[in-house]
Protein backbone atom coordinates (compact mmCIF):
# COMPACT_ATOMS: atom_id res chain seq x y z
CA UNK A 1 0.00 0.00 0.00
CA UNK A 2 1.54 3.38 -1.00
CA UNK A 3 1.30 6.19 0.66
CA UNK A 4 -1.78 7.95 -0.98
CA UNK A 5 -3.45 4.71 -0.61
CA UNK A 6 -2.80 4.44 2.82
CA UNK A 7 -3.13 8.31 3.87
CA UNK A 8 -7.00 7.58 1.75
CA UNK A 9 -7.67 4.92 4.01
CA UNK A 10 -6.73 6.81 7.42
CA UNK A 11 -8.85 9.74 5.95
CA UNK A 12 -12.09 7.53 5.02
CA UNK A 13 -11.67 6.13 8.71
CA UNK A 14 -14.70 6.95 10.94
CA UNK A 15 -12.14 8.16 14.34
CA UNK A 16 -9.70 9.77 12.20
CA UNK A 17 -12.51 12.13 9.80
CA UNK A 18 -14.76 12.82 13.30
CA UNK A 19 -11.34 14.15 14.61
CA UNK A 20 -10.50 16.08 11.57
CA UNK A 21 -14.12 17.37 10.81
CA UNK A 22 -14.01 18.27 14.34
CA UNK A 23 -10.94 20.37 14.44
CA UNK A 24 -11.47 21.74 10.77
CA UNK A 25 -15.66 22.28 11.04
CA UNK A 26 -14.79 25.42 13.18
CA UNK A 27 -12.35 27.03 10.69
CA UNK A 28 -14.66 26.75 7.97
CA UNK A 29 -17.67 28.29 9.85
CA UNK A 30 -15.11 31.05 10.88
CA UNK A 31 -13.58 31.50 7.67
CA UNK A 32 -16.88 31.49 5.72
CA UNK A 33 -18.51 34.09 8.24
CA UNK A 34 -15.49 36.63 7.83
CA UNK A 35 -15.37 36.08 4.17
CA UNK A 36 -19.11 36.29 3.96
CA UNK A 37 -19.10 39.66 6.05
CA UNK A 38 -16.48 40.90 3.94
CA UNK A 39 -18.21 40.19 0.68
CA UNK A 40 -21.54 41.74 2.23
CA UNK A 41 -19.62 44.85 2.53
CA UNK A 42 -18.32 44.86 -0.30
CA UNK A 43 -21.40 44.30 -2.09
CA UNK A 44 -24.23 46.22 0.11
CA UNK A 45 -22.17 49.31 0.59
CA UNK A 46 -18.82 49.51 -1.25
CA UNK A 47 -20.30 48.19 -5.35
CA UNK A 48 -21.65 50.31 -7.46
CA UNK A 49 -25.55 50.87 -8.21
CA UNK A 50 -27.05 49.09 -11.43
CA UNK A 51 -27.13 51.28 -14.59
CA UNK A 52 -30.30 49.95 -14.83
CA UNK A 53 -31.72 47.86 -11.82
CA UNK A 54 -30.72 50.51 -8.89
CA UNK A 55 -29.92 49.28 -6.22
CA UNK A 56 -32.12 46.14 -6.15
CA UNK A 57 -29.65 44.46 -7.89
CA UNK A 58 -27.20 44.05 -4.48
CA UNK A 59 -29.66 40.74 -3.67
CA UNK A 60 -27.73 39.27 -6.31
CA UNK A 61 -25.05 39.22 -3.95
CA UNK A 62 -26.42 36.33 -2.00
CA UNK A 63 -29.16 34.95 -4.28
CA UNK A 64 -26.15 33.73 -7.12
CA UNK A 65 -23.69 31.86 -4.76
CA UNK A 66 -26.54 30.15 -3.15
CA UNK A 67 -27.86 29.23 -6.48
CA UNK A 68 -24.10 27.91 -7.44
CA UNK A 69 -23.77 25.91 -3.98
CA UNK A 70 -27.63 24.37 -4.66
CA UNK A 71 -25.87 22.73 -8.02
CA UNK A 72 -22.41 21.86 -6.35
CA UNK A 73 -23.87 20.56 -3.07
CA UNK A 74 -25.74 18.50 -5.55
CA UNK A 75 -22.81 17.03 -7.64
CA UNK A 76 -21.17 16.74 -4.68
CA UNK A 77 -23.74 14.47 -3.19
CA UNK A 78 -24.09 12.45 -6.36
CA UNK A 79 -20.02 11.87 -6.47
CA UNK A 80 -20.10 10.74 -3.26
CA UNK A 81 -23.33 8.68 -3.82
CA UNK A 82 -21.19 6.95 -6.59
CA UNK A 83 -18.23 6.25 -4.20
CA UNK A 84 -20.66 4.76 -1.72
CA UNK A 85 -22.39 3.02 -4.20
CA UNK A 86 -19.37 1.66 -6.32
CA UNK A 87 -16.61 0.45 -3.05
CA UNK A 88 -19.04 0.74 -0.59
CA UNK A 89 -17.37 3.21 1.53
CA UNK A 90 -19.17 4.23 4.53
CA UNK A 91 -18.42 8.17 5.01
CA UNK A 92 -19.24 8.45 1.72
CA UNK A 93 -22.75 7.50 2.04
CA UNK A 94 -22.91 9.75 5.59
CA UNK A 95 -21.33 12.88 3.27
CA UNK A 96 -23.25 12.37 0.35
CA UNK A 97 -26.91 12.53 2.75
CA UNK A 98 -25.72 15.07 5.05
CA UNK A 99 -25.09 17.50 1.79
CA UNK A 100 -28.68 16.73 0.96
CA UNK A 101 -30.17 19.34 3.70
CA UNK A 102 -27.74 21.84 3.16
CA UNK A 103 -28.40 21.84 -0.47
CA UNK A 104 -31.93 21.82 -0.26
CA UNK A 105 -31.42 24.59 2.06
CA UNK A 106 -29.22 26.53 -0.32
CA UNK A 107 -32.01 25.91 -3.52
CA UNK A 108 -34.55 27.50 -1.63
CA UNK A 109 -32.74 30.27 -0.52
CA UNK A 110 -32.41 31.11 -4.32
CA UNK A 111 -36.14 30.47 -4.66
CA UNK A 112 -36.76 32.84 -2.16
CA UNK A 113 -34.29 35.84 -2.94
CA UNK A 114 -34.99 35.04 -6.70
CA UNK A 115 -38.72 35.67 -6.03
CA UNK A 116 -38.21 38.67 -3.77
CA UNK A 117 -35.74 40.02 -7.03
CA UNK A 118 -38.55 39.09 -8.92
CA UNK A 119 -41.40 41.72 -7.35
CA UNK A 120 -39.34 44.49 -8.44
CA UNK A 121 -37.78 43.66 -11.87
CA UNK A 122 -40.37 41.36 -13.29
CA UNK A 123 -43.41 42.59 -11.43
CA UNK A 124 -44.31 39.33 -9.79
CA UNK A 125 -43.42 36.99 -7.49
CA UNK A 126 -43.72 33.61 -9.38
CA UNK A 127 -43.39 33.23 -13.01
CA UNK A 128 -43.12 29.79 -15.01
CA UNK A 129 -39.72 30.70 -16.59
CA UNK A 130 -37.16 27.75 -16.89
CA UNK A 131 -34.73 29.14 -14.45
CA UNK A 132 -37.03 29.30 -11.81
CA UNK A 133 -39.05 25.85 -12.83
CA UNK A 134 -35.88 23.80 -12.89
CA UNK A 135 -34.68 24.80 -9.37
CA UNK A 136 -37.91 24.15 -7.75
CA UNK A 137 -37.41 20.49 -9.85
CA UNK A 138 -34.38 20.85 -8.41
CA UNK A 139 -35.56 21.51 -4.91
CA UNK A 140 -38.20 18.67 -4.98
CA UNK A 141 -35.54 16.41 -5.84
CA UNK A 142 -33.74 17.33 -3.06
CA UNK A 143 -36.91 16.94 -0.65
CA UNK A 144 -37.30 13.43 -1.96
CA UNK A 145 -33.75 11.93 -1.21
CA UNK A 146 -33.96 13.26 2.23
CA UNK A 147 -37.62 11.71 2.66
CA UNK A 148 -36.56 8.56 0.84
CA UNK A 149 -33.03 8.44 3.64
CA UNK A 150 -35.97 9.36 6.29
CA UNK A 151 -38.60 6.65 5.57
CA UNK A 152 -36.21 3.37 5.49
CA UNK A 153 -35.30 2.20 9.12
CA UNK A 154 -31.79 0.71 8.21
CA UNK A 155 -29.34 3.51 8.13
CA UNK A 156 -27.04 2.17 5.78
CA UNK A 157 -29.55 0.49 3.31
CA UNK A 158 -31.33 4.16 3.22
CA UNK A 159 -28.19 5.74 2.64
CA UNK A 160 -27.53 3.37 -0.71
CA UNK A 161 -31.40 4.22 -1.37
CA UNK A 162 -30.79 7.55 -1.51
CA UNK A 163 -28.00 8.16 -2.92
CA UNK A 164 -28.92 5.67 -5.93
CA UNK A 165 -31.85 8.45 -6.27
CA UNK A 166 -29.05 11.31 -6.28
CA UNK A 167 -27.67 9.20 -9.35
CA UNK A 168 -30.55 8.93 -10.63
CA UNK A 169 -31.64 12.70 -10.32
CA UNK A 170 -27.98 13.52 -11.89
CA UNK A 171 -29.12 12.44 -15.00
CA UNK A 172 -32.46 14.52 -14.64
CA UNK A 173 -31.27 17.17 -13.74
CA UNK A 174 -29.83 18.40 -17.13
CA UNK A 175 -32.85 16.89 -19.28
CA UNK A 176 -34.82 18.93 -17.24
CA UNK A 177 -32.85 22.08 -17.48
CA UNK A 178 -32.99 21.68 -21.40
CA UNK A 179 -36.43 20.71 -21.35
CA UNK A 180 -37.78 24.09 -19.45
CA UNK A 181 -35.52 26.31 -21.25
CA UNK A 182 -37.03 25.27 -24.82
CA UNK A 183 -40.42 25.39 -22.96
CA UNK A 184 -40.26 28.74 -21.85
CA UNK A 185 -37.76 31.12 -21.07
CA UNK A 186 -37.26 34.87 -19.58
CA UNK A 187 -34.42 34.94 -16.80
CA UNK A 188 -31.06 36.90 -17.87
CA UNK A 189 -28.33 34.35 -18.96
CA UNK A 190 -25.54 33.92 -17.14
CA UNK A 191 -23.07 37.25 -16.60
CA UNK A 192 -20.04 35.37 -14.90
CA UNK A 193 -18.18 33.02 -16.99
CA UNK A 194 -15.36 30.45 -15.96
CA UNK A 195 -14.49 30.99 -19.46
CA UNK A 196 -13.65 34.27 -21.47
CA UNK A 197 -14.30 37.86 -20.05
CA UNK A 198 -17.71 37.79 -17.39
CA UNK A 199 -20.13 40.71 -18.26
CA UNK A 200 -20.10 42.40 -15.04
CA UNK A 201 -17.94 45.41 -13.55
CA UNK A 202 -14.95 43.86 -11.19
CA UNK A 203 -15.94 46.16 -8.69
CA UNK A 204 -19.60 43.67 -8.81
CA UNK A 205 -17.39 40.73 -9.80
CA UNK A 206 -14.88 40.34 -6.14
CA UNK A 207 -17.78 40.52 -3.73
CA UNK A 208 -19.88 38.21 -5.91
CA UNK A 209 -16.54 35.75 -5.60
CA UNK A 210 -16.10 36.49 -1.88
CA UNK A 211 -19.63 35.31 -0.88
CA UNK A 212 -19.34 32.26 -3.12
CA UNK A 213 -16.14 31.17 -1.25
CA UNK A 214 -18.04 32.04 1.81
CA UNK A 215 -20.79 29.95 1.03
CA UNK A 216 -18.60 26.65 -0.03
CA UNK A 217 -16.99 27.38 3.28
CA UNK A 218 -20.37 26.96 5.17
CA UNK A 219 -21.62 24.61 3.24
CA UNK A 220 -18.41 22.41 4.37
CA UNK A 221 -18.43 23.22 7.65
CA UNK A 222 -22.02 22.46 7.82
CA UNK A 223 -21.40 19.42 5.84
CA UNK A 224 -18.62 18.16 8.53
CA UNK A 225 -20.71 18.54 11.75
CA UNK A 226 -23.46 17.31 10.04
CA UNK A 227 -21.54 14.02 9.26
CA UNK A 228 -20.07 14.08 12.33
CA UNK A 229 -23.55 13.11 14.33
CA UNK A 230 -24.26 11.01 11.36
CA UNK A 231 -20.80 8.83 12.44
CA UNK A 232 -21.33 9.32 16.11
CA UNK A 233 -25.07 7.58 15.18
CA UNK A 234 -23.68 5.05 12.90
CA UNK A 235 -21.15 3.90 15.07
CA UNK A 236 -22.51 4.07 18.03
CA UNK A 237 -21.61 0.65 19.05
CA UNK A 238 -18.37 1.35 18.11
CA UNK A 239 -15.24 1.86 21.21
CA UNK A 240 -14.06 4.56 19.26
CA UNK A 241 -17.37 6.08 20.53
CA UNK A 242 -17.77 5.34 23.96
CA UNK A 243 -14.33 6.74 24.40
CA UNK A 244 -15.38 9.88 23.26
CA UNK A 245 -19.05 9.21 24.98
CA UNK A 246 -17.15 8.50 28.05
CA UNK A 247 -14.55 11.51 28.32
CA UNK A 248 -17.56 13.79 27.45
CA UNK A 249 -19.19 12.27 30.41
CA UNK A 250 -16.31 12.74 32.51
CA UNK A 251 -15.78 16.07 31.30
CA UNK A 252 -19.53 16.85 31.81
CA UNK A 253 -19.02 15.79 35.99
CA UNK A 254 -16.40 17.90 36.83
CA UNK B 1 -31.45 -28.38 -10.96
CA UNK B 2 -30.69 -27.15 -14.84
CA UNK B 3 -32.34 -23.54 -15.04
CA UNK B 4 -34.65 -23.37 -17.95
CA UNK B 5 -33.95 -20.73 -21.21
CA UNK B 6 -34.45 -17.00 -19.85
CA UNK B 7 -36.77 -16.77 -22.91
CA UNK B 8 -38.64 -19.00 -21.46
CA UNK B 9 -38.45 -17.34 -17.75
CA UNK B 10 -39.68 -14.22 -19.08
CA UNK B 11 -42.53 -15.73 -20.84
CA UNK B 12 -43.69 -17.65 -18.16
CA UNK B 13 -43.45 -14.57 -15.66
CA UNK B 14 -45.51 -12.66 -18.45
CA UNK B 15 -47.56 -15.21 -18.79
CA UNK B 16 -48.02 -15.29 -15.05
CA UNK B 17 -48.16 -11.27 -14.47
CA UNK B 18 -51.35 -11.21 -17.21
CA UNK B 19 -52.97 -14.47 -15.90
CA UNK B 20 -52.71 -12.81 -12.54
CA UNK B 21 -54.23 -8.85 -13.84
CA UNK B 22 -56.96 -11.91 -15.48
CA UNK B 23 -57.99 -13.05 -12.42
CA UNK B 24 -58.51 -9.52 -10.69
CA UNK B 25 -59.94 -7.87 -14.02
CA UNK B 26 -62.02 -5.28 -11.97
CA UNK B 27 -59.06 -4.01 -10.64
CA UNK B 28 -58.01 -3.18 -14.27
CA UNK B 29 -60.55 -0.79 -14.48
CA UNK B 30 -59.36 1.42 -11.86
CA UNK B 31 -56.85 3.95 -13.63
CA UNK B 32 -59.49 4.46 -16.00
CA UNK B 33 -62.55 5.54 -13.37
CA UNK B 34 -59.87 7.61 -11.55
CA UNK B 35 -58.54 9.63 -15.38
CA UNK B 36 -62.37 10.13 -15.79
CA UNK B 37 -63.25 11.31 -12.91
CA UNK B 38 -60.33 13.73 -12.68
CA UNK B 39 -61.12 15.23 -16.19
CA UNK B 40 -64.93 15.49 -15.03
CA UNK B 41 -63.66 17.48 -12.33
CA UNK B 42 -62.38 20.18 -14.62
CA UNK B 43 -65.59 21.32 -16.00
CA UNK B 44 -67.28 21.59 -12.47
CA UNK B 45 -64.63 23.94 -11.24
CA UNK B 46 -63.96 26.29 -14.25
CA UNK B 47 -67.26 25.88 -15.51
CA UNK B 48 -68.52 24.49 -18.99
CA UNK B 49 -67.44 27.20 -21.77
CA UNK B 50 -66.28 24.78 -24.15
CA UNK B 51 -63.53 27.56 -25.58
CA UNK B 52 -61.94 27.43 -22.16
CA UNK B 53 -61.95 23.59 -22.03
CA UNK B 54 -60.39 23.01 -25.58
CA UNK B 55 -57.89 25.40 -24.39
CA UNK B 56 -56.69 22.96 -21.54
CA UNK B 57 -58.07 20.08 -22.78
CA UNK B 58 -54.72 18.62 -24.03
CA UNK B 59 -52.81 19.18 -20.76
CA UNK B 60 -55.38 18.30 -18.58
CA UNK B 61 -55.91 14.54 -20.37
CA UNK B 62 -52.08 14.29 -20.33
CA UNK B 63 -51.77 15.01 -16.57
CA UNK B 64 -55.20 12.83 -15.62
CA UNK B 65 -53.06 10.01 -16.86
CA UNK B 66 -50.20 10.74 -15.39
CA UNK B 67 -51.56 10.62 -12.40
CA UNK B 68 -53.32 7.78 -13.09
CA UNK B 69 -50.29 5.91 -13.80
CA UNK B 70 -48.56 7.35 -10.72
CA UNK B 71 -51.77 5.55 -8.39
CA UNK B 72 -51.11 2.15 -10.46
CA UNK B 73 -47.44 2.10 -10.07
CA UNK B 74 -47.78 1.10 -6.74
CA UNK B 75 -49.27 -2.73 -7.56
CA UNK B 76 -46.43 -2.81 -9.74
CA UNK B 77 -43.99 -4.71 -7.25
CA UNK B 78 -46.80 -4.99 -4.25
CA UNK B 79 -47.94 -8.37 -4.52
CA UNK B 80 -44.73 -9.96 -5.21
CA UNK B 81 -43.25 -8.25 -2.80
CA UNK B 82 -45.89 -9.52 -0.23
CA UNK B 83 -45.84 -13.18 -1.34
CA UNK B 84 -42.42 -13.41 -1.35
CA UNK B 85 -41.98 -14.06 -5.20
CA UNK B 86 -39.87 -10.74 -5.74
CA UNK B 87 -37.30 -12.01 -3.85
CA UNK B 88 -37.17 -15.22 -5.81
CA UNK B 89 -37.45 -12.92 -9.02
CA UNK B 90 -33.73 -11.23 -7.38
CA UNK B 91 -32.44 -14.76 -6.87
CA UNK B 92 -33.20 -16.21 -10.09
CA UNK B 93 -30.16 -16.98 -12.69
CA UNK B 94 -31.92 -14.74 -15.44
CA UNK B 95 -30.65 -11.50 -15.52
CA UNK B 96 -33.01 -9.52 -13.41
CA UNK B 97 -33.24 -6.45 -15.25
CA UNK B 98 -34.71 -8.44 -18.46
CA UNK B 99 -37.32 -9.90 -15.91
CA UNK B 100 -38.28 -6.74 -14.62
CA UNK B 101 -38.62 -5.25 -18.07
CA UNK B 102 -41.21 -8.15 -18.72
CA UNK B 103 -42.97 -6.94 -15.85
CA UNK B 104 -42.64 -3.53 -16.66
CA UNK B 105 -44.06 -4.45 -19.60
CA UNK B 106 -46.96 -6.19 -18.63
CA UNK B 107 -47.75 -3.56 -16.41
CA UNK B 108 -47.50 -0.87 -18.91
CA UNK B 109 -50.16 -3.20 -21.11
CA UNK B 110 -52.91 -3.56 -18.16
CA UNK B 111 -52.70 0.12 -16.95
CA UNK B 112 -51.21 2.73 -19.82
CA UNK B 113 -52.58 0.73 -22.26
CA UNK B 114 -56.56 1.05 -21.50
CA UNK B 115 -56.06 4.60 -20.72
CA UNK B 116 -54.56 5.31 -23.89
CA UNK B 117 -57.36 3.68 -25.40
CA UNK B 118 -59.93 6.28 -23.49
CA UNK B 119 -57.70 9.16 -24.07
CA UNK B 120 -59.46 10.21 -27.04
CA UNK B 121 -63.47 10.02 -25.66
CA UNK B 122 -61.36 12.17 -22.25
CA UNK B 123 -60.37 14.81 -25.00
CA UNK B 124 -64.03 14.80 -26.33
CA UNK B 125 -65.57 15.66 -22.43
CA UNK B 126 -63.40 18.95 -22.97
CA UNK B 127 -63.93 19.95 -26.32
CA UNK B 128 -60.33 19.40 -27.83
CA UNK B 129 -59.98 19.25 -31.51
CA UNK B 130 -60.31 16.15 -33.59
CA UNK B 131 -56.96 16.28 -35.32
CA UNK B 132 -55.46 17.15 -32.11
CA UNK B 133 -56.57 13.87 -30.12
CA UNK B 134 -54.40 12.03 -32.31
CA UNK B 135 -51.31 13.66 -31.85
CA UNK B 136 -52.29 13.55 -27.88
CA UNK B 137 -53.22 9.60 -28.43
CA UNK B 138 -49.21 9.50 -30.27
CA UNK B 139 -47.86 11.58 -27.65
CA UNK B 140 -49.39 9.50 -24.92
CA UNK B 141 -47.98 6.23 -26.69
CA UNK B 142 -44.63 7.66 -26.60
CA UNK B 143 -44.62 8.70 -22.83
CA UNK B 144 -46.34 6.59 -20.58
CA UNK B 145 -43.99 3.72 -20.98
CA UNK B 146 -41.28 6.43 -20.27
CA UNK B 147 -43.64 7.30 -17.24
CA UNK B 148 -43.96 3.24 -16.72
CA UNK B 149 -39.87 2.87 -16.58
CA UNK B 150 -38.98 6.33 -14.66
CA UNK B 151 -41.71 4.93 -12.16
CA UNK B 152 -40.28 1.63 -12.00
CA UNK B 153 -37.01 2.72 -10.73
CA UNK B 154 -38.80 4.53 -8.19
CA UNK B 155 -41.20 2.13 -7.13
CA UNK B 156 -38.56 -0.55 -6.60
CA UNK B 157 -36.65 1.81 -4.41
CA UNK B 158 -39.66 1.93 -2.08
CA UNK B 159 -40.79 -1.38 -2.55
CA UNK B 160 -40.20 -2.52 1.10
CA UNK B 161 -42.25 0.12 2.58
CA UNK B 162 -45.32 0.64 4.08
CA UNK B 163 -46.97 3.68 3.18
CA UNK B 164 -44.82 4.55 0.34
CA UNK B 165 -47.90 6.49 -1.81
CA UNK B 166 -46.96 10.48 -0.61
CA UNK B 167 -43.32 9.67 -0.90
CA UNK B 168 -43.64 7.80 -4.44
CA UNK B 169 -45.19 10.87 -5.96
CA UNK B 170 -42.56 13.08 -4.00
CA UNK B 171 -39.73 10.86 -5.91
CA UNK B 172 -41.71 10.36 -9.04
CA UNK B 173 -43.22 13.65 -9.83
CA UNK B 174 -40.23 15.40 -10.26
CA UNK B 175 -38.34 12.85 -12.87
CA UNK B 176 -41.88 13.53 -14.95
CA UNK B 177 -41.12 16.94 -15.20
CA UNK B 178 -39.86 16.94 -19.18
CA UNK B 179 -41.89 13.99 -20.12
CA UNK B 180 -44.93 15.95 -19.63
CA UNK B 181 -43.69 18.82 -20.81
CA UNK B 182 -42.73 17.12 -24.25
CA UNK B 183 -45.62 15.47 -24.11
CA UNK B 184 -48.13 18.09 -23.47
CA UNK B 185 -45.75 20.54 -25.54
CA UNK B 186 -46.64 18.51 -28.56
CA UNK B 187 -50.39 18.63 -28.06
CA UNK B 188 -50.10 22.16 -27.24
CA UNK B 189 -48.04 22.82 -30.91
CA UNK B 190 -50.88 21.22 -32.65
CA UNK B 191 -53.66 22.87 -31.03
CA UNK B 192 -51.37 26.26 -32.29
CA UNK B 193 -51.25 24.71 -35.97
CA UNK B 194 -47.76 24.24 -35.32
CA UNK B 195 -45.38 21.99 -36.61
CA UNK B 196 -45.55 19.18 -33.48
CA UNK B 197 -42.54 16.33 -34.46
CA UNK B 198 -39.88 17.61 -32.73
CA UNK B 199 -41.12 16.91 -29.21
CA UNK B 200 -42.55 13.78 -30.14
CA UNK B 201 -38.60 13.06 -31.64
CA UNK B 202 -37.68 13.84 -28.03
CA UNK B 203 -39.79 11.72 -26.64
CA UNK B 204 -39.16 8.56 -28.53
CA UNK B 205 -35.16 9.38 -28.15
CA UNK B 206 -35.73 9.47 -24.10
CA UNK B 207 -37.90 6.21 -24.92
CA UNK B 208 -35.52 4.44 -26.90
CA UNK B 209 -32.76 5.49 -23.76
CA UNK B 210 -34.94 5.06 -21.17
CA UNK B 211 -35.98 1.04 -22.29
CA UNK B 212 -32.29 0.01 -22.07
CA UNK B 213 -31.29 2.40 -18.71
CA UNK B 214 -34.43 2.21 -16.96
CA UNK B 215 -34.30 -1.61 -16.56
CA UNK B 216 -30.99 -1.74 -15.62
CA UNK B 217 -31.33 1.21 -13.01
CA UNK B 218 -34.50 -0.66 -11.70
CA UNK B 219 -32.79 -4.02 -10.72
CA UNK B 220 -29.72 -2.04 -9.06
CA UNK B 221 -32.45 -0.38 -7.61
CA UNK B 222 -34.28 -3.29 -5.95
CA UNK B 223 -31.68 -5.22 -4.98
CA UNK B 224 -30.70 -2.12 -2.95
CA UNK B 225 -34.06 -2.35 -1.33
CA UNK B 226 -34.30 -6.04 -0.87
CA UNK B 227 -30.29 -5.94 0.37
Redesign the interface.
Known sequence: MNALTLWFHKIGSPPTFYRIAGWLGPWCFGLGLLFGLVGLYGGLVLAPADYQQGDAFRIIFIHVPCAWMGLFAYFFMAANAFVALVWRIKLSEILAVASAPVGAAFTFITLVTGSLWGKPMWGTWWTWDARL?SEL?LL??Y??II??YN??EDRR?AA??AG??AL??VV?IP??HF??N??NTLHQGSTVRLMGPSKIDAAMLWPLLLMALATHLWFFGSLLARARVGLLELDGGKDWVRTIALADGARNHE | MKPGSTSSACAALIRRDLTLVWRRRGDALNPILFALIVVALFPLALGPEPENLRRIAAGVVFVAILLAGLLALDTLFRGDYEDGSLEQLVLSPHPLSLLLACKIAVHWLTTALPLIVIAPLLGELLHLAEPVRWVLVLALLLATPLLSLLGAVCVALTVGMHRSGMLLALLVLPLYVPVLIFGAGACNAAQAALPYLAPLLWLGAALVLALVLAPLACAAALRISLS
Open positions: TVFILGGLAIQRAFLVGNIVSVWW
